[in-house]
């Protein structure tokens, strides 16, 4: 199994502002996943990230809300820019596994905007 | 509408008791199907897998079931501890290598002493 890190691993922020969360993987990886956790909800993809290519958003999310970067095979970021309350939630990456739709999770980054 | 159910949305029980839990999907077509389970400021690590094929798959005190005909899945946790308190999220996929994993939104479970 993969060893995943996230940074920060909680944040408080303002409206408005933006936050860049960091996740490195202890092994060089394929496919990278970015996910949103909000209360009482499932997880829900933000997008797909792949070395060397450019992210793949999901139905909802947009490039200027959720920027990322995929500089390498072992390390991804994820900006939720000009945030708001809407959102304060937990975001998590993840890895491929080598099961059957295996993946690995980070421990998540729990952000809340005041 | 969520195409993976479960239910209940959280249950309390005494240690050493049993409790069993329900997800229901109308994913199609189906590959597989995992529990997971999510402590409390970690990521959800997978507890079991069960293809189409398989009725029952255990991992130590859990035992999950899967009927494919009615599409349904239960986990359950015999002798429950302490450790077990968290949410289990129920995630179905559509193929082998399907990245885009449909999940419930997960049972907490807190067992208390």
């Known amino acids: 199994s993969a060893v995943i890190s996230q940074k920060p691993s909680r944040d408080i922020c303002q409206r408005g502002t933006s936050l860049t969360i960091q996740c490195q993987v202890d092994?060089?990886?394929?496919?990278m996943f970015w996910y949103r956790q909000q209360p009482g909800q499932s997880l829900t993809l933000i997008a797909t990230?792949?070395?060397?290519?450019?992210?793949?958003?999901e139905s909802g999310f947009v490039i200027d809300k959720f920027p990322i970067s995929r500089p390498n095979l072992t390390f991804s970021t994820l900006t939720v820019s000009n945030m708001s309350p809407e959102d304060s939630s937990i975001y998590l990456c993840?890895?491929?596994?080598?099961?059957?739709?295996?993946?690995?999770f980070g421990p998540g980054t729990r952000l809340t905007v005041l | 509408k969520n195409q993976v159910e479960q239910s209940p949305q959280s249950l309390i029980i005494l240690e050493g008791k049993n409790c069993t839990l329900q997800?229901?999907?109308?994913?199609?077509?189906?590959?597989?199907l995992r529990w997971y389970k999510q402590d409390t400021g970690r990521g959800p690590v997978s507890l079991t897998i069960?293809?189409?094929?398989?009725n029952t798959k255990s991992n130590g005190r859990y035992t999950a079931t899967l009927d494919a005909d009615t599409k349904q899945s239960s986990l359950h946790i015999t002798a429950s501890q302490l450790s077990d308190s968290a949410s289990y999220i129920c995630?179905?996929?559509?193929?082998?290598?399907?990245?885009?994993?449909?999940f419930g939104a997960g049972t907490t479970v807190t067992v208390r002493a």
């Open positions: 092994s060089q990886v394929t496919m």
């Open positions: 990230a792949n070395q060397g290519s450019e992210a793949t958003y």
């Open positions: 993840s890895v491929e596994g080598t099961g059957p739709a295996e993946q690995f």
């Open positions: 995630v179905v996929s559509r193929a082998f290598n399907d990245y885009k994993l449909s």
């Open positions: 069960m293809t189409f094929s398989e």
């Open positions: 997800c229901n999907y109308t994913v199609s077509p189906f590959s597989n």
